[in-house]
């Protein structure tokens, strides 16, 4: 069987989907059906367009309940039972946080304390309610705005993932930006590999994990940090606190769903490396790999890891 690739910009990220198979023509049915099932559910969860399931419940925060599909139910009660399980650090409703941060202006000054505070007052999972029965949720708090960013990008690759399976395909990788996911061998009977960048070297690889039909997720600072009186600061906004992360650079969490890793990413993130690596420890099936800012490597028990790609 040979490689097929397609390239491809959704949800804010450049996707690639490999597929095997032992001809183009299969291939292409398949790459474009992955394609679709990202483009629906980006268009179902994209806090970005006014129609979106995010944007009616964002909208309506402190206000009514908003009507939802059983699939954004089930996405909402999974973000919620990781919320718990973290203990705050994973919260998909951060986005009032989120835009009292402005990343991208090179004149960056953090924001003042009674922004932060302010903010904080319409941040929290416990304020977000859901009613399965009724298929209902309520941000209970005005002007509370959740966002996918977390987590997003992971389930998608999980669903393109099941919707090959469901259609017979044997292989292949989903690839979004750091979040990965593969199906199956590559042609030569070896494990599909996802590279660990160098902290300041993003094109040079510094390790890979070999991954069998399980899932990887990368979060890092390698390109969206600022500096501030000599502080390194990561565009990761700690829910609990409020304040952007510092003293890591990278954290890569490799578990058997993208959906998972994606959020264990971002919560291992906020916890630091002694936290971070207890928790998922306790974990089954799960593994971590953090870079901290000097640049030293810690890893989670019993990960795999290799040299060579």
Known sequence: ????????????????????????????????????????????LSEFKDDSITSKINQNAGIEYTEVDEEVIQLLERCLQISSLTA?????????????YKFKNENFTLPQSFQITDALEKVGYKHLIIE???????????DMFISFAGIGKGYAADCVKRLWLQNGVTAGVVSASGDLCTLG????????????????QKNEMLLYIPIINASVATSGDYEQ???NKGIRY???????????????????VVSPGAELSDALATAVYIMGVDAGLYFVNQLPNT???????????????????????
């Not at 491809?8 to 299969?26: C, D, H, P, Q, Y």
Request: aromatic fraction near 6%; hydrophobic fraction near 35%.
């Open 88 to 100: 705050g650090a994973f919260d998909i409703t951060i986005g009032p946080l989120k835009k009292i």
């Open 225 to 227: 940090y600022f500096m």
């Open 287 to 309: 593994h971590c790999l953090i870079i901290d800012e000097k640049n030293k490597v810690y890893s989670s028990k019993n990960i795999s890891i290799s040299n060579e790609a």
């Open 234 to 252: 990561s565009h990761n906004i700690n829910p609990i606190t409020g304040q952007p992360v510092t003293g890591i650079k990278s954290v890569s």
């Open 185 to 200: 061998l590559r042609n030569d009977g070896s494990p599909w590999k996802i590279g660990i960048a160098k902290p300041d």
């Open 1 to 44: 069987m040979n490689e097929y690739r397609l390239m491809r910009k959704l949800m804010g990220s450049a996707f690639e989907l490999v597929i095997l198979s032992n001809s183009s023509t299969e291939a292409e049915h398949f790459l474009n059906m992955g394609v679709n099932e990202i483009q629906r559910i980006e268009n179902l």
């Open 132 to 142: 399965p029965l009724n298929r209902k949720v309520f941000l209970s708090k005005k």
